[in-house]
């Protein structure tokens, strides 16, 4: 069998640079990236991959300067309740009386009150932190629960399409999943029309970056298991990232 040709891989090839050179950007100018960038980038969501091809999504594009100001000012007023009842650790008293209530809803809602976003929450109901980092424009990936499998996947894989473009066009984005803040008032979810089968709990910023982002956010070291032997093999750990 003749042998396939192997690809110069030297250098990064340009999707890899985008991958290992993309970071969060939390800083915008004001000016937002122009409508046909942004339908581009919507074009590389919508032509994701999904499970039996379902495309469980809907997008919006929200570039008005009240709306975003008002989502701001809610998602901050949001923050300020749920730590009013859930940080215990601004006095005795407190400390007495809710820790056990918040203990309960981290067992309830581990991944909403992962020690990360608890934190970034107490910043944002200090006033010390924006929930939206004032971007000019937020695309909201909107969630079909009728989709094949698990949608959620697919929004992930269909906003990454989207992120990755943007930072290909020299724009910047950040993820916002503390848009879910908003879903606390009914009349958010009107505005956006979100009702069954959908769901919103992600968006993301986009815009043009104020300064050069943040240098890398380190990642794990993963222990990667090889399975290359016989069935009576252990796989080969390999250590991936250093
Ligand atoms: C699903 C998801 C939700 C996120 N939500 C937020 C958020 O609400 N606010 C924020 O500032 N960053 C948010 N981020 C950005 C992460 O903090 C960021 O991707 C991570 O720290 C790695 O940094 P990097 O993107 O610069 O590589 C989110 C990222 C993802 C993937």
Redesign the pocket.
């Known amino acids: 069998m003749a042998k396939s040709k192997l690809p110069d891989l030297s250098e990064w090839t340009p999707v890899e640079k985008i991958i290992m050179e ?3 950007t ?1 800083a915008f100018k004001k000016e937002p990236i122009p409508d046909f960038m942004i339908r581009r980038i919507l074009e590389s969501g919508r032509f994701a991959p999904s499970a039996g091809n379902a495309q469980p999504w809907r997008f919006a594009v929200v570039k008005s300067p009240d709306v975003l100001a008002e989502m701001e000012k809610d998602a901050v007023k949001m923050a300020k309740v749920f730590m009013w009842f859930l940080d215990y650790s601004r006095s005795k008293f407190r400390k007495l009386f809710l820790k056990p209530i918040t203990k309960f809803y981290i067992r309830l809602l581990p991944n909403e009150l992962h020690p ?2 608890f934190g ?1 929450l107490k910043q944002i109901a200090k006033d010390k ?1 924006p ?1 939206f ?1 004032d971007a000019p424009t937020l695309i909201l990936l909107i969630e079909d629960r009728r989709g094949v499998s698990s949608p959620p996947m697919d929004l ?1 894989i269909c ?1 990454e399409n989207m992120v990755l473009a943007a930072h290909s066009m020299g724009a910047a984005t ?6 879910k803040l908003l879903m606390y008032y009914p009349k958010w979810k009107k505005f956006f029309n979100i009702k069954y089968p959908y769901k919103l709990h ?1 968006c993301i910023a986009v815009g043009w970056p104020k300064v050069k ?2 240098g ?2 380190p990642r794990e070291v993963q222990l990667v298991e090889w399975y290359e032997g016989s069935l009576k093999d252990r796989p080969r750990v390999e250590t991936q990232g250093v």
């Open positions: 993309r970071r969060s939390r990360v976003p970034l932190a929930v980092h992930g906003g950040c993820w916002i999943g503390l848009i992600i982002s943040d890398e956010v």
